[in-house]
């Protein structure tokens, strides 16, 4: 199916389209078989630890920017938000120091490896966004099996 026909017929997710949208990338092909090993356990295990990958000044601007953001962000108001629950929204605008996870170029090649090129992601629901308070319920919300629910391993997410 051509990229036209895909059009027409509204579906992305066809094989013959994202081998075309495959070439439209912001990592390139090679890039993405040199990061083929992550690609395989995050596929595998549902979840990438990439150690080293931002400084330790980087993670600590990170965690200090998530902290005064959590600090002026009100508890949720509905059901899925949680009561006990601060989300924050557009992380992107609120925060520049998390740039250097989205633009990275070893994370923009995992993932496009991983989604296939098909990265229509949001921030919204990144662990370190959202922040359960004493009490709150603990809901999994179900993904898709192309996106696993992140987990963080024992390891505190970014910001807690």
Do not use: W
Not at 18 to 47: F, N, W
Not at 113 to 138: E, F, K
Request: contains cysteine; charged residues 25%.
């Amino acid at each position: 199916m051509s990229e036209l026909s895909a059009r027409k017929t509204g579906n992305p997710f066809d094989a013959g389209v994202r081998d075309t949208q495959r070439l439209k990338g912001l990592s390139s092909p090679e890039e993405r078989e040199a990061v083929s090993a992550d690609i395989h356990t995050l596929g595998r295990d549902g979840y990438l630890i990439l150690e080293g990958l931002l400084s330790a000044d980087t993670v600590a601007e990170i965690g200090v920017e998530m902290d005064t953001i959590h600090a002026t962000t009100t508890l949720g108001i509905t059901d899925f938000e949680g009561f006990r629950t601060k989300r924050i929204y557009n992380v992107m605008k609120k925060m520049r120091s998390a740039d250097a996870l989205c633009t990275h170029p070893r994370i923009l090649a995992i993932t496009e490896g991983y989604l296939h090129s098909q990265i229509q992601l949001s921030d919204r629901h990144h662990p370190a966004a959202r922040r359960n308070l004493p009490g709150a319920a603990s809901r999994r919300q179900r993904l898709p099996p192309a996106a696993p629910a992140p987990t963080t391993h024992g390891r505190r997410p970014v910001g807690h």
